[in-house]
């Protein structure tokens, strides 16, 4: 149902497919009410009725951003259809409407929310099945069970979006702890070894200090017995400085580490960092850059989507552009109910900063836009 998040007019929520259901399921409510589609007889209405009858599908269009509301003007339309316009028949887009309302009821709603707009939903399938000339009672065995189950189906894709969420924050949680750990080990083991060289240079000193004092006592009566205790002091420090270079080179080596990500990587991080529509697009010609460039390019993005909107209906888009004298990010997609906004911000001004680069950054209604210049050095 990806289609279905395709913004229009930059508001959130409300996507091209919102409004093509929507205008679906109107003008086949206008057919079926003027006469121009005919499905098993009934009457006709005129200009009113066929008015009063597109409260019934026209809601679809805010179904996403405004579910509850939508569910209240179709169960309001519905009874206005029903009581006060007469028996005609409108089922056949009116449950379509009933159904897919009561979907996103339960994707967006919550508590007292979710179990009103259910509430409003099964009331205008009840109505439709009591006074449409198509259904009647008999479909309640149906019409309310189908109410359920999407009312259930949207709660269902709401929790597993969330547990989803939380899952991967764990995740990222846990590796930042192993990581802590493994630098809390292996500063340990550099202190350990720290503090055994310390006593190996002690007990090395100690030991070429009794040499010397021996060689020397016998120097005058023993030139032989002396040289040979001064080259057995000699050997000794070669040993103890090759074996310092040894333990110094084990205490400065630093840990084994992956290769730093790239600008190429861009797309499994998009598959890995979030559940929502995220899609890449690379404009220019693409081309290495200089390795601290493209991982702060990676970075920055990476910073940018911790702030946005992580369901599956949500759309982010991050185009990579390729300038000749820059590099340019944008990243536009709906702010999060999570995540430090102004922190991830800072912190992508930050790295942008570091190149001598720019981000301007607009959160409003439709959701949040940033664009991040990065110079580009001319041997790149």
Known sequence: MRWLSRPVWGISDVGAGDLLLAGALSVFMLGLIG????????????????????????PVAVERRLPLPAAAIVAAGTALNELAVGHLIRCGPGLPAVLIIGYFVGTRCAGRQFWMGAALCMSG???QALYDPQLGSGFLLAGVPAVIAFCGAGRLARSRSRLAAALRARNAELRDRRDETARLASAAERSRVAGDLDGFLRDRIGQMNATVAAGREVLDSDPIAARQAFADVEKQGRATLAQ???????????????????????????????TADARLHVDGSPRVLPAGLELSGYRIVEQLLAVLGDTPDARIDVRVRFRADALELHVTGPVGAHGDQSRAVAAARERAALHNGTLRFDAGPSGLAALVRLPVPLQA
């Open 244 to 274: 310092m270079r040894e333990v110094a080179g084990t205490l400065t080596q630093a840990a084994p580490t992956e290769p730093q990500p790239t600008l190429a990587q861009l797309a499994s991080l998009l598959e890995r960092i979030t």
């Open 35 to 58: 006469g121009w589609l005919r499905a098993g007889g009934g009457a006709q209405g005129g200009g009113v009725a066929s008015a009063a009858a597109l409260l019934m599908t026209l």
């Open 125 to 127: 399938v009840v109505l």
